[in-house]
Antibody, heavy 124, light 107 residues
Framework: EVQLVESGGGLVKPGGSLRLSCAASGFTFSNAWMSWVRQAPGKGLEWVGRIKSKTDGGTTDYAAPVKGRFTISRDDSKNTLYLQMNSLKTEDTAVYYC???????????????WGQGTLVTVSS | EIVMTQSPATLSVSPGERATLSCRASQSVSSNLAWYQQKPGQAPRLLIYGASTRATGIPARFSGSGSGTEFTLTISSLQSEDFAVYYCQQYNNWPPLFGGGTKVEIK
């Protein structure tokens, strides 16, 4: 059974930093492309970023609102995905979900398994 | 950038009735569309990909149709566990984009 368990959320002041983790099990993590998707309170879903498997180059890409501030990384030896969030803004307040990615076409992917999410609150 | 528009925002349906949800893309996304279900306090769950293919374990009462710019998710006979918010997502172009969601509530 695929399991994704996020941790690391909490309250942080604007301009601060936070690192989220996602512990994966039930599948071959090292072969998987992974993403983070967020959801502001009472709002819809917003893709944050994606990391390929190391076999496929291990590259990342990001949504425009977070590019240059957020960094996705992975530790395949620990089956863990990370999201380093710097220069946080109040508008980054959201539940952050870790997901597995299905790369359906070049540049096009959807999300088949989701963790339960971790809440990040950016407030002074 | 593609814009995904879902309608209606809220759909009131009685248990056992049919629900029809719409998703429109501002430009063609071919059949590269997914649907997700999200219940209160839970993570989203993949229902449909490729516009019409049910994901693993999804009941047959859920069906997807459409291509290009117009898509439909149909729930043939609503069960109590189907009352939730439904999102569409295009993956024809980068970045992946979600619609604003349709809430299916009990009438």
């Amino acid at each position: 059974e695929v399991q994704l368990v996020e941790s690391g959320g909490g309250l942080v002041k604007p301009g601060g930093s936070l690192r989220l983790s996602c512990a994966a099990s039930g599948f071959t993590f090292s072969n998987a492309w992974m993403s983070w998707v967020r959801q502001a309170p009472g709002k819809g879903l917003e893709w944050v970023g994606r990391i390929k498997s190391k076999t496929d180059g291990g590259t990342t890409d990001y949504a425009a609102p977070v590019k240059g501030r957020f960094t996705i990384s992975r530790d395949d030896s620990k089956n863990t995905l990370y999201l380093q969030m710097n220069s946080l803004k109040t508008e980054d307040t959201a539940v952050y979900y870790c997901t597995t990615v299905v790369a359906a076409r070049p540049g096009g992917y959807y999300f088949d398994y989701w963790g339960q999410g971790t809440l990040v609150t950016v407030s002074s | 950038e593609i814009v995904m528009t879902q309608s209606p925002a809220t759909l009131s349906v009685s248990p056992g009735e049919r629900a029809t949800l719409s998703c429109r893309a501002s430009q063609s996304v071919s059949s590269n569309l997914a649907w997700y279900q999200q219940k209160p306090g839970q993570a989203p769950r993949l229902l449909i990909y490729g516009a019409s293919t049910r994901a693993t374990g999804i009941p047959a009462r859920f069906s997807g149709s459409g291509s290009g710019t117009e898509f439909t998710l149909t729930i043939s006979s609503l069960q109590s566990e189907d009352f939730a918010v439904y999102y569409c997502q295009q993956y024809n172009n980068w970045p992946p984009l979600f619609g604003g969601g349709t809430k299916v509530e009990i009438k």
